[in-house]
């Protein structure tokens, strides 16, 4: 396939996966020879990969409880569409369907209801073949790199690296920020034995969608970043 379309093609699988039918291995290491390959600042290869497929782990990590912040559901509300049109126009963001009805009420204050705001991590870590729970030091940086910038760029490249190739391989990919937060990332390292002071960066469901995940998905065009010789010249 040609690499324009691999990229065109990844998406987000938010829906969930037959957890009785595993990645094949090869296809696993395939995924994972994509990280393997990742440029990172000053090739420090700065992170190390877990692998969860057990079910009993998965179930553990699937029981935690979440807690949704305040300033999450106020951040999220100010960037959301309240229609196709609308993100069809803005071509940033997300359609605020996919949240619960009062973070998303248009001209009303989003509210972080008692319904919502201890949610169970639940469904999406049930419904899942495997996770990849990827981990990075943080007292090591990138040479002079204030806050590890570019280490964290660095993991970026290797979320996007796998990313492709389990989309090239028909691998559902669904990214679960929620890992590295806080109160969760705790009790999730201690279930994997990740000790201190290591730190989640980015965990991934992987697995076969039992749902279509198509949803619509848009992009600013070129000509909307691309500055030509001088910022604000717009165009290529
Ligand atoms: C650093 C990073 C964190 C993300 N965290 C989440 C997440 O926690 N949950 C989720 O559903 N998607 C998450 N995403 C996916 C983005 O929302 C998604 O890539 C974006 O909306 C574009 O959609 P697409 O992946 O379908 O093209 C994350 C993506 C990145 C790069």
Redesign the pocket.
Known sequence: MDILDIIRQ???A?VPFDRERPVPAEHMRQILEGARWTPTAHNMQNFEIVVVDDRKLLDAIANIETETSEVFVRENYEQLSFSEEELKKKKVG?LGLMFPPSWRTPGKKPVLDEAHAHSILGEMIRATAALLVVVYDPRRRAPASEGDVLGMISL?CA?ENMWLVASSLGVGF?????LSGERVEGEVKKLLGIAEPLKIG?AVRLGYPLSDPK?L?VRRDIEDFVHHNRFGSKGI
């Open positions: 990844r998406q987000s938010r997300l970026g979320m669904h990214i679960q920020s929620v980015f949803y998905r």
